[in-house]
T-cell receptor, first 115, second 114 residues
Framework: GAVVSQHPSRVICKSGTSVKIECRSL??????MFWYRQFPKQSLMLMAT?????????EQGVEKDKFLINHASLTLSTLTVTSAHPEDSSFYIC???????????FGEGSRLTVL | GENVEQHPSTLSVQEGDSAVIKCTYS??????FPWYKQELGKRPQLIID?????GEKKDQRIAVTLNKTAKHFSLHITETQPEDSAVYFC?????????????FGTGTRLLVSP
């Protein structure tokens, strides 16, 4: 299957700082990537759809000014959590679709802890 | 938008038994239904999927059935093994429109006891 890589896998930061998470498709080009958030023992909630060369599409209730998404190339999307607070602590996972319609491949996830 | 419900939330079986997880979806336009397995702290892994043009698909010990009329689909695992223990998520999307967003169910924690 296709490979999606996410970095960093873990990050601890102080409240008020910004954190950037990278998502790369390693062996395919992804015009669309998705960012999910997962709280402990809960499901994956779609935050936004990242489109190469255009603005991201955010789900209802997700603050676009707080979660900045940049999809600058066909293999890289970044999520920046700005002015992070303890309630932003979560597992953030990106995903991308390869050639087969619908089939998504996930990155390893990034566990963010805001102190 | 699409809404996916999943049951049960937890499922405990003995090794060798079968396990069944059920999902329902709301959007009749959905036509792609994958199942993911997620181990603690790791990424979801696709284990099987089904598209709306078929009613059943099987891959070794894993099978998925789809009832489009009732808008529900199920995951069947036979001869369960302890390594099958994980959280399983169903999902649904429409691959013919828009960004093909996947909407996930709430997850089922499967525990297989030796």
């Amino acid at each position: 299957g296709a490979v999606v890589s996410q970095h960093p896998s873990r990050v601890i930061c102080k409240s008020g700082t910004s954190v950037k998470i990278e998502c790369r498709s390693l062996d395919f080009q992804a015009t669309t990537m998705f960012w999910y958030r997962q709280f402990p023992k809960q499901s994956l909630m779609l935050m936004a759809t990242s489109n190469e060369g255009s603005k991201a599409t955010y789900e209802q209730g997700v603050e676009k000014d707080k979660f900045l998404i940049n999809h600058a190339s066909l293999t890289l999307s970044t999520l920046t959590v700005t002015s992070a607070h303890p309630e932003d602590s979560s597992f953030y996972i990106c995903s991308a679709r390869a050639r087969t319609p619908g089939e998504l491949f996930f990155g390893e996830g990034s566990r963010l802890t805001v102190l | 938008g699409e809404n996916v419900e999943q049951h049960p939330s937890t499922l405990s079986v003995q090794e060798g038994d079968s396990a069944v997880i059920k999902c329902t979806y709301s959007d009749s336009a959905s036509n792609y239904f994958p199942w993911y397995k997620q181990e603690l702290g790791k990424r979801p892994q696709l284990i099987i999927d089904i598209r709306s043009n078929v009613g059943e698909k099987k891959d070794q010990r894993i099978a998925v059935t789809l009832n489009k009329t009732a808008k529900h689909f199920s995951l069947h695992i036979t001869e369960t093994q302890p390594e099958d223990s994980a959280v399983y998520f169903c999902a649904a999307s429409d691959v013919n429109t828009g960004f093909q967003k996947l909407v996930f169910g709430t997850g089922t924690r499967l525990l297989v006891s030796p």
